[in-house]
């Protein structure tokens, strides 16, 4: 993580206060606030949810005060980072940064949100200094549940990544994969329902064995899955089984009763059935749950945080949105495309709240690709309402077992479209 020290901190407090955005003191603390013309937004996180919502609420109502509290100067997606893990794309290209939000008056504060005190409306920064706002948007995204395997922390995740969340451990892990010797041995471990990006594992492993297939031949890659069945599986074991048919093997969680422990030091993993597999690669993806700060903020519940559905506004807190992988959204899986829609409404439900703008029906959609192998993608998605108590399913598609060549290579491509539509999105590009 790229901290911010005091000099540059207090440089930034020094254009908050050029601009008339300090407010002055609330007991020992400094509080950053704004004067409130069409009210103040603060958003913690700068990923599809968070840089979305701010890019939707500054594009249609330039005088609501937006600062998106993001400590990561460059953001690298997670979504794709599968793409560079098997060696087709390069780290750069998943890269971005917040000048195109900055450009529209978007406040970017490259700090950590520590905390939220709802009832006095303050985000907690360091050194004691708060963001003081009138609605709070939380798009933070996971956490990962390290309790869950014994042995595992953060320490070992540098030796057995998890690549999860930051773009630190995929290159890790990449590295890992180049320093391998050929008949070297990769274990990936899944979690459990509802984690983030249901199928990212498994196209993982596709990419992971599609490098091995045609630079390391006699290696194998063991998945070890904490399910018995896992989204468009008939997919991916038609090309497990054909492509991969001597490298993958997926194993569930009825034969070897999940990855229970790990053991850095020698590279093991520890199954509930007793087993211990020995591997040259270990990727742990373990159980996941909303982010520290939506818990600072009494936003959850067993986990993750409850949403109104036609909103995503806190059940629990007021003037507080949650959204993307922290947010408890049932049917509508985490991920990208998900957090970029709900961003959306999130956005109009804020302009309608502090300035009376329309608030429209609310339309979610998700869309998800998974490569499989060069130039062969599959797909899934579905569209949503808002319920009275859930977010609901409307319709649905995914991809079919006997498609052609022609349409795999079309959903790659749709893919990279997408991948430059939300970025641009995201970022305010162009």
């Not at 998943?94 to 970017?108: A, D, I």
């Not at 053991?263 to 993806?285: C, H, P, R, S, Y």
């Not at 998974?370 to 649905?396: C, H, M």
Request: hydrophobic share 40%; glycine share 8%; with cysteine.
């Amino acid at each position: 993580m790229a901290e911010m020290n005091r000099r540059t901190f207090n440089k930034i407090l020094g254009s908050f206060a050029a601009s008339g955005v300090v407010s002055g003191l609330a007991g020992p603390a400094r509080v950053l606030a704004g004067e409130k013309k069409s009210g103040r937004v603060v958003i913690v996180g700068g990923g599809a949810g968070g840089a979305s919502v701010a890019h939707h609420i500054k594009k249609n109502a330039r005088d609501i005060e937006v600062t998106l509290v993001e400590p990561h100067p460059v953001y690298t997606s997670c979504f794709f980072s599968n793409h560079y893990v098997g060696g087709f794309r390069s780290i750069r290209s998943l890269q971005h940064n917040y000048e195109g939000l900055k450009n529209l008056g978007v406040k970017v504060v490259q700090e950590r949100a520590l905390s939220v005190d709802a009832d006095k409306k303050l985000v907690q920064l360091k050194d004691d200094i708060h963001l003081g706002y009138d609605k709070l948007v939380l798009s933070p995204g996971i956490d990962i549940k390290y309790q869950e395997i014994e042995g595992y922390s953060p320490e070992v995740a540098k030796i057995m990544p998890h690549a999860w969340k930051h773009g630190a451990e995929a290159q890790i892990l990449r590295r890992q994969l180049l320093d391998m010797k050929d008949g070297g041995v990769v274990v990936i471990s899944v979690p459990g329902n509802p984690y983030k990006c249901p199928s990212a594992p498994y196209e993982r492993a596709s990419l992971i064995a599609h490098y091995l297939k045609f630079y390391k031949p006699a290696s194998k890659l063991i998945i070890l899955d904490a399910k018995s069945l896992f989204p468009q599986m008939e997919l991916f074991e038609e090309v497990w089984n054909s492509a991969y048919a001597n490298i993958i093997e997926w194993v569930p969680v009825d034969r070897h009763g999940g990855v229970v422990k790990v053991l850095a030091g020698e590279m093991n993993v520890v199954t509930g059935n007793g087993d211990k597999i020995q591997a040259d690669v270990v990727n742990i993806i373990p159980p996941q749950k909303a982010a520290q700060i939506a818990e600072s903020a009494g936003c959850v519940t067993d986990d993750w945080c409850p949403i109104v559905p036609d909103s995503f506004a806190s059940r629990k807190v007021r003037d507080i949105f949650i959204l993307g992988d922290a947010a408890e959204a049932r049917k509508m899986p985490k991920s990208a495309s998900s957090a970029n829609s709900q961003a959306e409404i999130v956005a109009n439900a804020i302009a309608s709240e502090l300035k009376g703008h329309k608030m429209f029906p609310p339309r979610y959609r998700n869309t998800c690709w998974s490569l499989l192998s060069t130039n062969n993608a599959i797909k899934s998605g579905a569209s949503y309402t808002a319920g009275k108590e859930l977010v609901e399913q409307k319709t649905s598609f995914t991809s079919d077992i006997k498609e052609g060549k022609e349409i795999r290579a079309n959903n790659f491509r749709e893919s990279l479209q997408w991948y430059d539509k939300i970025t641009n999105d995201m970022f305010a590009k162009g």
